[in-house]
C-alpha cells in the first residue's frame, strides 16, 4: 500500500492550503489515516485524523478550528485543509494510515507517505 501525498507549499501567513493523501488501493476500512508534521531537531507530531468512514475526527488542540480533515471514500483520498495558517505550522506534513481509531502516535501508523513541505512566511 502506497500513499501518495501533494499540496504543500509556501503560503503567508492568514493564508490556506489543502493537502491530499491518496491510498493506492482499498480496504482501508478499519484504518484511521492522518497527518503529522516534523520541523527539524523535533519529533514527528500529530496533528489531524479521520476514521475511515468518516464519522469521527481528532485534532490536536493548535489545529483546532483552523484545519479540517475529511475523506472521500470513493477515491481513496484524505484531504487536510488548513486555514488561518501560521509561521508555526511550518513544517514537513506526513500522511499515514494505521489500524489505530485515533492514529493520535507515530507509533500508530501502518503506512506512511513522503512528506510534502509546508512553510508559513510571516
Known amino acids: 500500500v502506497q500513499l501518495q501525498a501533494s499540496g504543500g507549499g509556501l503560503v503567508q501567513a492568514g493564508g490556506s492550503l489543502r493537502l491530499s493523501c491518496a491510498a493506492s488501493?482499498?480496504?482501508?476500512?478499519?484504518?484511521?489515516m492522518g497527518w503529522f508534521r516534523q520541523t527539524p531537531g523535533k519529533e514527528r507530531e500529530f496533528v489531524v485524523a479521520i476514521n475511515w468512514y468518516g464519522a469521527r475526527t481528532y485534532y490536536t488542540d493548535s489545529v483546532k478550528g483552523r484545519f479540517t480533515i475529511s475523506i472521500d471514500n470513493a477515491k481513496n483520498t484524505v484531504y487536510l485543509q488548513m486555514n488561518s495558517l501560521k509561521p508555526e505550522d511550518t513544517a514537513v506534513y506526513y500522511c499515514?494510515?494505521?489500524?489505530?481509531?485515533?492514529?493520535?502516535?507515530?507509533?500508530?501508523?501502518?503506512?506512511w507517505g513522503k512528506g510534502t513541505q509546508v512553510t508559513v512566511s510571516s
Open positions: 488501493e482499498r480496504g482501508f476500512g478499519g484504518y484511521a
Open positions: 499515514a494510515a494505521g489500524p489505530s481509531p485515533s492514529l493520535q502516535s507515530p507509533t500508530h501508523a501502518a503506512h
